[in-house]
Every structure is written in C-alpha cells, then in structure tokens.
C-alpha cells in the first residue's frame, strides 16, 4: 500500500536531474539481441540411436536454457545439413556451442572442423566470435588443434559430480570465472558443484542397421551391450602442456581428479581467442533433472547462471547484425522439444531434427 505521508513523494526529473532520460532520448538496445548457434549430436538424444546413418541428429533443450537464461535466442546448426547452409547460419549468429555428446569421428566430426575454422577465421578478421566447447565439444577441439586422433586419456568420471581446483599461475581475470563472486569461487575448489560425465562411443560391439538402433531403446539389455562399447574420455594438464599445439593454444585454468584419483583438465581458454572449453556440464546444474548426482544447490545453479552469463556477455562483443527476418526464420522456435525425461535418465527435453 502506498503511504499516505505527506513527505512520501515519487521520484521526479527535478529531484534526480542527472539521472532522468525521457524515452525519447533512449537509444536503440543494439548490443542487446545476441544469437548463438548450437551444433546438433548424432541420435535423437532420446531412444538410443547411436549412428550417423540414422540422419538423426538433436539438441538437448538444457543448452537452450542455458543460453535463453543469459539473455540470448539459439539457431539450430544441423550438422547433416550441407556445409554451404551451416556456413551461411554462422553468419546468422555471434558465437557458437559445441555440445557433449559421444561421437568423435564421420561426418560429425569433420563438420565440427569446419565450424572451428571458421570461427578462428572470424576472429582473426577481428570479427569477435566466442565459442564455448563442452565435454565432447572440448575433447573435440583438443583433438583437432593437436592434430592428434589418438590424444586423449581414459578417465572414470562418469556420472560424477566434482570440484574444481584453480591454477594458481593463470589466475581467473579474463575467463569465464572473472565475474564470479568470490565465496562462489572459493566454494568451487571444496564443494562439488560441477557435472563431470565424460563419454564418447568408440565403436559397437557388432555391426547394426537404423532398424537395429531404432529399436535400442525398447530393449534395456541391447542399450547396455551398446553402453559397454562407451569409454570415458579426457587430457591431463601434462598432456596438454606437454604438447606443442596445445600449449600454444590453451591455457589450462582448472584441473579436476576422477574416482582413481587421476587428475584432468576440466576447463581451459585459448590464449588469444574467445573459446572457452569445459570437460565438465555447466548447462545441467539448473536444466537436467535425470540423474540423481547433478548438483542442483543454490550455489551449484549459480554456476550455471555466471557460466552462462560470461558466454553472452561475449557474444554482445561480436559486431554481426544480421537481418532480423533472417534470424527469426531460422530460430529454434521454428521447432518443438520433445518430453523424453519420463525414464529418469539421460536428458529431460530435446530438440530433434530428421
């Protein structure tokens, strides 16, 4: 209720003079409308396709949340789309995510490449071009800047909550953890408030059809024979360090252990490009809710908030003002997710494209 005392008064122009604007004078928000392109996965994320040949391919819903809960929209870049259309997309958005996932070689694979190159190509023309890679996303990009297939480590950190522990010669100003308040930074390093779930598919135990993986999902024993061909996948700081390309390109920033007390990368930045790589899930502390380990604390959904809040911040820096209409076709909105979060497992929502 309003109060009724004679010295209550609004504020007015004359009583905060330099702080008045009339809408007229506000000009037009044009740093405020960011986009980011989002790779689809192989699959369909939901009932267990596991091969490129199905012509799947999905987005979980979670890294549209995330990216929404900064303030930005999301483009679909389908990776089973020709290449000449992907590349037109980028031109549609100011930065760009790879998402975790299993497949690491193919079609996939090679278009992944492609979408790096060009945001390499994008920034060194001083176009500024963000690019958060995570899990698979970052296994990907260490495997493609070391020109090594063969590069990354077997880690146990399936399903496994964790710290993460800061290097002390980097420091965090001008990373993904510059803004974080600092309890939150400390409470990073002892409690386990990130989602470490590193997993890539190698191969199947036997060769199968689009029939074979379509039906997958209805036999739980023929989803764990195809689980057991998953391994879990990672690099340690003295892989990365000790490798030419890699240590001229990242700068390792946290390292994490898995359950045999083996010691990771969890995130790393690139010198001198916006790109940032997560071995671990930013998105699922506030967005996934199948698996019993993700932390869902206050702090745990803090992270996720600041992490997105970084990435947006930096996709504000890029100068691509594409056409609006252009944008608007191409939204995720032109799609609906589907519910898949009914098994208690895997992802709650995903975004399929056929």
Not at 96 to 115: D, H, N, P, S
């Amino acid at each position: 209720m309003l109060s009724t005392d004679p010295d209550f008064s609004s504020p007015s122009k004359s009583s905060y003079p330099h702080h008045f604007h009339s809408s007229d004078s506000c000009s037009a928000p044009d740093l405020h409308r960011p986009v980011i392109g989002i790779l689809s996965h192989p699959g369909d994320g939901a009932s267990g396709r596991l091969m490129n040949g199905t012509n799947v391919s999905y987005i979980a819903a979670s890294y549209v949340k995330f990216v929404e809960s900064a303030g930005a929209r999301v483009i679909p870049l389908v990776y089973t789309d020709p290449l000449d259309i992907i590349m037109n997309k980028l031109e549609l958005v100011n930065g760009v995510l790879f998402t975790g996932g299993w497949a690491k070689q193919g079609l996939y694979f090679e278009v992944v490449q492609a979408i790096f190159k060009k945001v390499l190509e994008k920034n060194d023309a001083g176009q500024y071009f963000p690019c958060y890679a995570i899990c698979l996303g970052f296994e990907l990009l260490t495997m493609i800047v070391s020109k090594d297939n063969n590069i990354l480590e077997h880690y146990g950190a399936s399903l496994q909550p964790s710290t993460l522990q800061f290097v002390d010669s980097i420091g965090v100003k001008g990373t993904v953890f510059q803004s974080f308040p600092p309890e939150l930074l400390r409470k990073l390093s002892t409690d386990c408030l990130v989602m470490q779930n590193h997993k890539s598919f190698v191969a199947p135990l036997f060769p199968f059809s689009p029939f074979v993986a379509s039906i997958a999902h209805a036999f739980e024993w023929l989803f764990q024979l195809f689980a057991s061909a998953m391994q879990q996948f990672g690099i340690s700081p003295e892989t990365l360090r000790g490798n030419q390309l890699l240590s001229k390109f990242f700068d390792v920033i946290t390292t994490s252990t898995d359950r045999d007390d083996k010691v990771y990368v969890s995130t790393a930045k690139a010198q001198h490009y916006p790109i940032t790589g997560f071995q671990w899930h930013p998105e699922k502390n506030a967005f996934e809710w199948g698996y019993a380990m993700i932390p869902h604390s206050e702090d745990a959904v803090q992270v996720t908030q600041n992490v997105a809040n970084f990435f947006i911040s930096e996709a504000r820096k890029s100068p691509n003002r594409p056409p609006a209409q252009d944008v608007l076709n191409n939204l995720i909105y032109n799609y609906s997710p589907t519910y898949c979060g009914k098994q208690g497992k895997g992802y709650d929502e995903v975004y399929i494209f056929t």
